[in-house]
């Protein structure tokens, strides 16, 4: 099968998409390896890639017609530890409220409810999201301001509202891949539906930045094991990157259950739900795989930094923030960064647990100047919630009060 070669200008725009965890050391430890299979990377991807801007092409084991109608559903969205972000954001009649991660808009839907009174700035880098943030807008005219873009991007947003920094009196994030993302088969999230393995969560916005397909297709085997390891915390992370590249000589690995399967073949029938989330229920042993993949694809990590920041800086002097996370290297970053360590040493606090400071004095030193935790320990959603909602099931929730 021949390979294209990408245009120059393509090949700039990939590396600016990524740039930010290159420059920023919070990652650079961890990615040594991937990046230096980046600088080295030929930039060539197979011809039958889903991910170009022309549009998905069949590709091999294109089963586009076999998708289930779930992937055009919309199921009803539930949101995640919805009683505990109203209790702990206490909101106020007239405030401004940030959500900074839009979604399927439950949250903000429920803030209106509770407090009709509020303008709530209603941010998401997914187009669909901002979609459905602007009918809601129509809805309660004057309450709802949608805003388009990723959370390292926020400053210039809230500038072009002319909202100034520490004016906002609360804010919500809500971290990883939301609901919706996750049940529509075409954007290539979920293991469970076939579809072309994309994993962006903006690619509307910019389609020629690499998508997952890319780099399973192009990373050597030790870059693709270094992502599993740092993003996915995949302990087979080096069978699995062997497994695909062995696959991907005989086919591009264009499809979501084609990389699942790739995943699966790689372990003995047993083993393949042998994994157990925090229901005790089987989980696909793919699981990591693909959410090392999304987290790398959409630099998530560098993000939810980068809205770390955004929420210090918009916040006024006691405004709340409540921060959900979904898996521990979020929770580990949301942890250290509320309670005012320095993430840029990386020496002494990178995102492995084995680097956290354990006596008294050192968690009493690095007590943040910017926060006040308004729970010391996380919130996790209690069990009826969990029963209600299971993709909420690993949610952790941090609220802090801005000093």
């Not at 930010?20 to 919070?26: D, F, G, L, Q």
């Not at 509202?161 to 994030?173: E, F, H, Q, R, W």
Request: proline share 6%; with cysteine.
């Amino acid at each position: 099968m021949s390979l294209l070669s990408f245009p120059p200008e393509i090949s700039i725009r990939i590396m600016i998409f990524h740039m930010s965890v290159r420059s920023n050391p919070i990652l650079r430890k961890t990615n040594l390896a991937v990046w230096r299979a980046w600088r080295s990377w030929k930039l060539n991807l197979h011809s039958s890639t889903v991910c170009s801007s022309s549009g998905p092409g069949p590709g091999p084991l294109d089963r586009s017609e076999e998708l289930s109608p779930v992937s055009t559903e919309k199921p009803p969205h539930t949101p995640v530890m919805l009683k505990e972000v109203l209790q702990y954001l206490d909101i106020q009649q007239g405030q401004v409220v940030l959500d900074m991660t839009f979604g399927g808009g439950g949250h903000t839907k429920a803030i209106l409810n509770m407090v009709p009174e509020v303008t709530v700035l209603a941010v998401d880098r997914d187009p669909t999201a901002i979609s459905l943030a602007e009918q809601l807008a129509k809805e309660h005219s004057g309450h709802v301001k949608p805003l388009l873009g990723r959370f390292s991007e926020l400053e210039v947003l809230l500038s072009n509202m002319n909202i100034k920094p520490g004016s906002i009196d609360a804010v919500l994030l809500d971290a990883g891949c939301s609901s919706m993302q996750m049940d529509q088969a075409e954007r290539g999230f979920c293991i469970s539906k076939d579809g072309p393995l994309d994993m962006r969560m903006d690619g509307e916005r910019y389609p020629d930045m690499p998508c997952a397909a890319d780099v399973v297709n192009t990373l050597d085997q030790q870059a693709l094991a270094s992502i599993l390891t740092a993003y996915g915390e995949e302990r087979h992370a080096r069978k699995i990157a062997s497994a695909i590249v062995e696959a991907r000589r005989v086919n591009p690995i264009t499809r979501t259950q084609q990389l699942a399967g790739v995943v699966a073949g790689s372990f003995p029938p047993s083993v393949i739900y042998a994994r157990k989330d925090r229901l005790h229920r089987p989980a696909h042993v793919a699981t990591k795989t693909f959410q090392a993949l999304r987290i790398f694809v959409n630099d998530e990590l560098n993000e939810l930094h980068a809205g770390l920041r955004a929420a210090r800086a918009s916040l006024r002097p006691g405004g709340r923030l409540c921060v959900i996370t979904f898996h521990s290297l979020e929770d580990r970053l949301v942890k250290r960064f509320l309670r005012g360590d320095d993430l840029s040493n990386l020496d002494q606090y990178h995102f492995s647990p084995r680097k956290q400071g354990n006596s008294r004095k050192e968690k009493k030193d690095s007590e943040s100047v910017y926060w006040l935790p308004l729970r010391r320990k996380v919130i996790i959603p209690e069990k009826n919630d969990v029963s209600e909602n299971p993709r909420g099931r690993s949610a952790k929730l941090r609220a802090a009060l801005r000093r």
